[in-house]
Nanobody, 120 residues
Framework: QVQLVESGGGLVQPGGSLRLSCAVSESIFSFEIMAWYRQVPGNQRELVAA???????RYADFVQGRFLISRDNAKNTVDLQMNSLKPEDTGIYYCNAERVMPSGAKEDFWGQGTQVTVSS
């Protein structure tokens, strides 16, 4: 059973920074995509940043160059460095891992989420 555990959330002032970390119970190299999502109150869960096994990292438009997703294959962790945080970044942030089966089917695994609150 794949387990993802997020940490690093908290309360930060606008313009501040947070670093979220996702600890994965299995080698992150075995996943096609590692990603961070978030859910803002009143909205559905949305992609924040994705790190494919192959290819370039990608970010949601609202990131605007402020965030960086990174992998540490040795530690089996995926971090999300968030700078210049805005109140609208407030939400629950989830770690996601996607595995592609030999059949072509995709399987997603999710953490429980960590709360990020940006407020004065």
């Amino acid at each position: 059973q794949v387990q993802l555990v997020e940490s690093g959330g908290g309360l930060v002032q606008p313009g501040g920074s947070l670093r979220l970390s996702c600890a994965v119970s299995e080698s992150i190299f075995s996943f096609e995509i590692m990603a961070w999502y978030r859910q803002v109150p009143g909205n559905q869960r949305e992609l924040v940043a994705a790190s494919p096994r192959w290819g370039s990292r990608r970010y949601a438009d609202f990131v605007q160059g402020r965030f960086l997703i990174s992998r540490d294959n040795a530690k089996n962790t995926v971090d999300l460095q968030m700078n210049s945080l805005k109140p609208e970044d407030t939400g629950i942030y989830y770690c996601n891992a996607e595995r592609v089966m030999p059949s072509g089917a995709k399987e997603d695994f999710w953490g429980q989420g960590t709360q990020v609150t940006v407020s004065s």
